[in-house]
């Protein structure tokens, strides 16, 4: 199994730009997470879907983030406009149910600039 | 609300050394921990993990300690090596809710 599958490794953007993160999820886990790094404060969940459906996005900063997940192999992250003060190393993780561990993928290292 | 936090933001040890790492958890109710180990401009790895009906797991130079008493966690890591080195987080779960992560602790190992 290849894991979690992260695109891009890096992105850099200019203020005002839209940004797409994309999560390929491992085959037959069913609960997908996006989580946000920063040095100042942790990683920190923003979304997570079970079989697809967003359950919990009170994580999410504003409404210029939004999150979809239109199957269970692939979902994406969006910022727009985006800010300076978003960029931070986004991860997306996968597991095969509650209680169970999550897997990460790599990660999206974004800078606005 | 309920958090989990770490003791000491970073630990420097000898190559060969045991090491410690510790958590402390505030929410009663979390019943599954996780140790994660993130290295630099990687994505946070699973290590061990331990339920709450244990109070000891091991794997393979690492254990994991739980003290549901003093709602303490720690993570114990034999003959350190420079591969060790790394940010360690543990997470905890309660019931249906995700996994709540620390700040987590930074691992320097000296050859």
């Known amino acids: 199994d290849a894991g979690v599958i992260q695109s891009p490794r890096h992105e850099v953007t200019e203020m005002g730009q839209e940004v797409t993160l994309r999560c390929k999820p491992i085959s037959g886990h069913n609960s997908l997470f996006w989580y946000r790094q920063t040095m100042m404060r942790g990683l920190e969940l923003l979304i997570y879907f079970n079989n697809n459906v967003p359950i919990d996005d009170s994580g999410m900063p504003e409404d210029r983030f939004s999150a979809k997940m239109p199957n269970a192999s692939f979902s994406t992250l969006k910022i727009q406009p985006s800010e300076p003060r978003d960029s931070a190393v986004y991860f997306c993780?996968?597991?095969?149910?509650?209680?169970?561990?999550?897997?990460f993928g790599s990660g999206t290292r974004l800078t606005v600039v | 609300g309920e958090s989990v936090g770490l003791h000491l933001p970073t630990l420097s040890v000898q190559e060969g050394d045991n090491s410690i790492i510790n958590c402390a958890y505030s929410n009663s109710a979390s019943d599954y921990f996780i140790w994660y180990k993130q290295e630099s401009g990687k994505g946070p790895q699973f290590i061990i993990d331990i339920r709450s009906n244990m109070d000891k797991r091991q794997g393979q130079r690492v254990t994991v300690l739980l003290n549901k008493t003093v709602k303490h966690l720690s993570l114990q890591i034999a003959a350190t090596q420079p591969g060790d080195s790394a940010v360690y987080f543990c997470?905890?779960?309660?019931?249906?809710?995700?996994?709540?992560f620390g700040k987590g602790t930074m691992l320097l190992v000296s050859p």
């Open positions: 997470a905890e779960f309660s019931g249906y809710s995700t996994l709540t």
């Open positions: 993780a996968s597991s095969a149910g509650t209680g169970r561990g999550y897997t």
